[in-house]
């Protein structure tokens, strides 16, 4: 089945750790991007990657990273340094451009 | 700061009435859309319309944009309980960043 898959779905980390988010895709979809949510907002953009190699800081780039070695995979890492890493992650893919977004089913992160 | 802005942040109306919100955003726009979204799961596509067109349906959906007022609605008809759920609208710019907005809660009361 084509689609977009998030793993794991729910994920605890302990304060000061890094955590990697997994993001695959198997839909040959050049653009991928990072949403987090938090309970009653809306979607903020984190990083975005229109193409293999590159990619672009959103709205709240800070304490996170990513890297787009191949065209299905996006993973995120929430570093240590975001101070405030609970929240509802998203994760996205669309072809390049002018087309509707598929999002996965989302990441619940939770810091203790 | 995010690019569009729902209105209004929540909704309740009875079963077989018409729903609609209001999205605004800010910088020029390749196209728009709207997603629904229900508690705690990811994202579904409704519709998207591009800068060149000024409305669009798909099914008991009826999208319009304004682009002079960087502004867009949704109408929901005849609405449903399964419609309960919450809804953004979103914005891809010419620089392929999508961004999307608050979001508004529809409850729709049997």
């Known amino acids: 089945d084509g689609g977009i898959t998030q793993s794991p779905k729910y994920l605890f980390r302990k304060e000061g750790q890094n955590v990697t988010l997994s993001c695959e895709q198997n839909?040959?979809?050049?653009?991928m991007y990072w949403y987090r949510q938090d309970p009653g907002q809306g979607l903020r953009l984190i990083y975005y990657s229109q193409i293999v190699n590159d990619f672009q800081k959103g709205d709240i780039a800070e304490g996170y990273s990513v890297s787009r070695e191949k065209k299905e995979s996006f993973p995120l890492t929430v570093t240590s340094a975001q101070k405030n890493p609970t929240a509802f992650y998203l994760c996205?893919?669309?072809?390049?451009?002018?087309?509707?977004?598929?999002f996965g089913q989302g990441t619940r992160l939770t810091v203790v | 700061s995010q690019q569009g802005e729902e209105d209004p942040q929540a909704l309740s109306i009875q079963e077989g009435e018409n729903a609609t919100m209001n999205c605004s955003y800010k910088t020029s726009i390749n196209n728009l859309q709207w997603y629904r979204q229900n508690s705690g799961r990811g994202l579904v596509h409704l519709i998207l319309?591009?800068?060149?067109?000024r409305e669009k349906h798909s099914g008991r959906l009826r999208v319009t944009l304004d682009t002079s007022k960087k502004s867009s609605s949704l109408l929901i008809t005849a609405s449903r309980a399964a419609d309960t759920a919450s809804y953004f609208c979103a914005t891809l710019s010419n620089d392929y960043k999508l961004s999307f907005g608050a979001g508004t809660t529809v409850t729709v009361r049997a």
């Open positions: 996205a893919s669309s072809t390049k451009g002018d087309t509707e977004a598929f």
């Open positions: 319309i591009r800068s060149n067109e």
């Open positions: 839909l040959n979809h050049d653009a």
